[in-house]
């Protein structure tokens, strides 16, 4: 096998992005041991399978790439496989929604197309329209642009509304404004189409049915035209909307949110505990600056897993023991940061990787964060550096939140919750306070 041949296998399997089912047996490391005994799946299962009611509606926090989204697919996993069985359907919001402007709306479109396409796909079950017929009509009749969709065609009919919403910022704007005096028929229209498909596939064996609604946690968050932050609207002043479908749902929320002020109102909304899928902890708590072993062994895990796939070894990859360990340190803990610097580091300089490799994939991570971090982040950011602890106050709260969102500071859940520098900003020197000559 050539090294360009070796390149790019091993380029193919160090992915960004969550390990669909498919190929969770033969590359998945189990992380709970370094997560702070955090198995998220296992939770979301555990409250859907021991409520008395048909429906629960729950949260999943954790920094982008903390390895979210293959938790709810090893969470798909288990509700489709165990007794009792459940028909889930995942959503990937990204792929239906704009993360630039996210509204309950959007929401509502995106479950609804999604549960008769996947219900007809797997089950052969095509749903009736039932309310929709009228809200469609009702719809069409108010519409300055032209929407033609065949209100029976309740798949069809929704892929072209959410279509519609996604492509014209314009469009999105006036079906709002329709939508918001009416949401309460919407919501009873996907109530009775929900109703209908449970009805169905309790019929062919299955318990009930769980949405899961992935990467909202990843939705842009600026100041909503309410004047609170666009996440905060949606998951806060948005509850009773978000928890009012009938059947079990699960939603990704953002990180700096679940731990915000706002926590305690949120879990109240949503029915407890947020569960928080932590960075896996591969250095001690700051001031400590040792590895923390048992970590690293894991990714070298993760590691050699995706090597194998590749049928490549280790020594063929790393010019030696420590740029392996070299690299697990720059990711931070986070497993979509491991295999992005494998893949930066293979295009920058090819196999093997070697410290010169990383030392100019850190000097690159440095400049980027160089430019998100202002000076009244520093406080914070020395703080943490030195204590792994910070005491948010309501004037910081944002600036901590920015950090947490852009993953400057990065959240891990070991014994104790503490906080670390993403090791890109490690070595990233303040601004010179310039001196007022008199």
């Not at 409250?47 to 938790?71: D, M, P, R, W």
């Not at 069809?156 to 939508?179: C, N, T, V, W």
């Not at 070299?326 to 930066?344: F, N």
Request: charged content about 30%.
């Amino acid at each position: 096998m050539s090294t360009a041949d070796l390149s790019q296998r091993i380029y193919r399997q160090f992915g960004i992005g969550p390990l669909v089912p498919e190929k969770q047996i033969e590359l998945y490391v189990d992380l709970t041991e370094v997560r702070g005994k955090m198995d998220a799946a296992n939770r979301l299962e555990q409250v859907i399978n021991f409520s008395e009611e048909k429906t629960t509606c729950q949260l999943l926090a954790g920094h982008n790439g903390s390895g979210k989204s293959t938790e709810l697919y090893r969470l798909k996993k288990k509700l489709e496989s165990s007794e009792p069985r459940f028909f889930v359907v995942y959503i990937k919001s990204d792929d239906e929604l704009d993360r630039n402007d996210v509204d309950f709306p959007d929401i509502l479109i995106a479950i609804i197309r999604q549960l008769a396409f996947q219900l007809q796909k797997s089950e052969g079950i095509t749903l009736k329209p039932g309310y929709f017929e009228d809200r469609f009509n009702w719809l069409k009749k108010r519409l300055t642009s032209p929407l033609d969709f065949d209100a029976l065609e309740l798949n069809l009919g929704f892929l072209k509304l959410g279509g519609h919403m996604r492509a014209s910022p314009d469009a999105r704007k006036e079906i709002r404004k329709y939508f918001e005096p009416d949401a309460s028929n919407w919501l009873y229209a996907a109530n009775d189409v929900i109703g209908q498909s449970i009805q169905q596939l309790n019929a062919k064996g299955y318990a009930g049915l769980v949405v899961l609604i992935d990467d909202l946690d990843k939705m842009t968050v600026r100041a909503h035209e309410t004047g609170c932050p666009t996440d905060e609207y949606l998951f806060v002043n948005r509850a009773a909307q978000l928890t009012a479908f009938n059947c079990h749902m699960v939603y990704t929320i953002p990180l700096s949110l679940a731990y915000s002020h706002l926590e305690p109102v949120i879990r109240s909304r949503y029915g407890g505990q947020i569960p928080v899928v932590p960075m896996t902890k591969i250095a001690q708590k700051p001031p400590k600056k040792d590895p923390y072993e048992l970590g690293m062994e894991k990714f070298r895990q993760i590691v050699i897993r995706r090597l194998e796939a590749a049928q490549a070894v280790v020594t063929q990859v790393f010019e030696d023991e420590n740029a392996q360990n070299e690299l697990i340190s720059l990711s931070g803990g986070q497993p979509d940061e491991l295999m992005r610097l494998v893949r930066e580091a293979i295009i920058t300089d090819g196999l093997p990787i070697k410290h010169d490799s990383l030392k100019r994939l850190k000097i690159d991570g440095q400049r980027e964060f160089k430019r998100l971090i202002r000076a009244e982040h520093w406080p914070i950011i020395n703080e943490i550096s030195k204590t792994g602890e910070f005491v948010r106050n309501a004037n910081q709260e944002s600036l901590f939140r920015e950090l947490l969102n852009s993953r400057t500071i990065l959240q891990y859940v070991n014994d104790e919750e503490w906080y670390g520098l993403n090791p890109m900003v490690v070595g990233i020197k303040p601004p010179e306070k310039k001196s007022s000559k008199k």
